[in-house]
């Protein structure tokens, strides 16, 4: 087959489904490329993470006998089928060198009204091993909404050490659910920058942060906290929340609700 795919978002991030595509379609010996409109195909995917707010769909004339749409841009439902979910990804269709990208767990348990992951995906369960995404690449990309709430998550960061890779937690880590152990794992893990998130105007997530601070042995800049502001918040509320992260030796990182 001849087979299509086009990149709907490109956000100068790669797609992971379509990396997926193309590794299974080329070990199948199809031929895989990026979608030409003055080219004919079998078919073609088109793969869209973000809303009309953000990504304008292509809507041109497409010369295939088959388009196959997906991703959270067009609905929450939509999932690749298992053989493909769990294909090795094609790096060298974005031209990545020497990074691995990919989810060891999916979910969350939290529900936020800003965020569609609880609903897309239910409750955090596990959904590989680091070996499905990863074959000695020197930067590991998490893409995790909230491994934390994983049972399997201290045996999970035991493999992120092992790797000795740099590992960049994409999506961030619920320090509410991040245990004394997890932390202390933390420490052991290679990492740029470490990301939490205080969201609401509530002091559970300080006392925590505050708790977990004197554990974590990374200077402040590597650890940035999200600030969600515009959605339910005061200005004042706002800046009480950066002002208090920025005490406790953290890089508050603020946030804009569109």
Known sequence: MRIGLIDVDSHNFPNLALMKLSGYHKGRGDSVSWWNGFEQYDRVYKSRVFSDLYTEDIDYCINADEVIKGG???????????????????????????KAFGFLTRGCPR???????????GNT?????????????????????????????????????????????EGGLDVRL??????????RMRTSMIH???DNYEFRTYEKLKRIRPILKKRGRQIRVYVLT??????????ERVYKLKELDYDPFVMIYN
């Open 125 to 169: 369960h596990t959904v590989a091993d680091l070996s499905e995404f990863w074959r000695g690449q020197k930067e590991i990309v998490l893409m995790d909404s909230n491994i934390t709430a994983s049972k399997d998550c201290e045996r999970l960061f035991e493999d992120l050490i092992r790797s000795r890779a740099l590992i960049n937690f």
């Open 196 to 198: 939490f998130a205080w």
């Open 111 to 121: 529900s936020c009204p800003f965020c569609i992951v609880s609903e897309k995906e």
């Open 230 to 239: 515009n959605y339910n918040t005061t200005h004042e509320q706002d800046l």
């Open 178 to 187: 991040l245990t004394d152990k997890g932390a202390e794992q933390l420490n």
């Open 72 to 98: 959270t841009g067009y609905d929450l439902r939509n999932k690749l089928p298992d053989e493909i979910e769990h294909y090795y990804p094609d790096y060298e269709l974005y031209n990545i060198k020497d």
